[in-house]
């Protein structure tokens, strides 16, 4: 157990709806970073979040955007959803200076 | 801008034999961190192993270590006395020590584990 929690654990919805996931990082760490896993692919770097302020951007799409609140737990929402959307979400997080990122179980998203 | 490159997508190995997976890497940066994580069937990701820039002497974690080659940008994991639960996705990663700087991964090497 990385200490990292995701809900739901399991998504599924229609196309053109909106999904809001979200991520609980390990207690004492302050960046939160989202990834998105499509079936066999490696690991697309979406969003970076210290302490409630984005810190770095990856391929992240217009129609998604995240925050961080005050509490640290951090929440990614996913609208107009498309097929193609349809993957595996991380949310990982670390200490302040220069540590590993611990992952949490992933949120497996659905689009029909 | 960093990259991480992995030019092994699959691998196999014997059960109790090692092996090594490759990870190479391109950046500017002095300082910074490499990983290696673990994806087994689950999905989960499992930090496997960790080393520091700075440091010279290879991380060791049990069955788990690294070959890091500073001048040559080269970070390899060897996998000693392999078992069938090491069968998994195996991803290299690179950070840079600086605040705020995110992961980059490397595309994946899928490695089975054969009894």
């Known amino acids: 157990d990385s200490g990292v929690t995701q809900t739901p654990k399991h998504l599924i919805t229609a196309t053109g709806q909106r999904v809001t996931l979200r991520c609980s990082p390990r207690s004492g760490d302050l960046s939160v970073y989202w990834y998105q896993q499509s079936l066999d692919q490696g690991l697309q770097f979406l969003i970076q979040y210290y302490n409630g302020e984005e810190r770095a951007k990856g391929n992240i799409l217009e129609r998604f955007s995240a925050q961080q609140f005050p509490d640290l737990h951090s929440e990614l929402n996913l609208s107009s959803l498309e097929l193609g959307d349809s993957a595996l979400y991380f949310c990982a997080s670390s200490a302040l200076a220069g540590g590993e990122q611990y992952f949490g179980p992933g949120t497996r998203l659905t689009v029909t | 801008a960093q990259t991480v490159t992995q030019s092994q997508p699959e691998m196999s190995v014997q059960e109790a034999e090692t092996v090594t997976l490759s990870c190479t890497y391109d950046?500017?940066?002095?300082?910074?961190?490499l990983f290696w994580y673990k994806q087994p069937p689950s999905r989960q990701m499992i930090l496997v192993i960790r080393?520091?820039?700075?440091?010279?002497q290879n991380a060791t974690e049990n069955r788990f270590s690294v070959n890091f080659q500073k001048a040559a940008k080269s970070f390899s994991l060897k996998i000693s006395d392999s078992q069938l639960g090491d069968a998994a996705m195996y991803f290299c990663?690179?950070?840079?020590?600086?605040?705020?700087?995110?992961?980059?991964f490397g595309p994946g090497t899928r490695l089975s584990v054969l009894p």
């Open positions: 990663a690179y950070r840079a020590d600086n605040y705020g700087q995110n992961f980059v």
């Open positions: 950046t500017s940066e002095s300082d910074y961190y």
């Open positions: 080393q520091e820039a700075y440091k010279q």
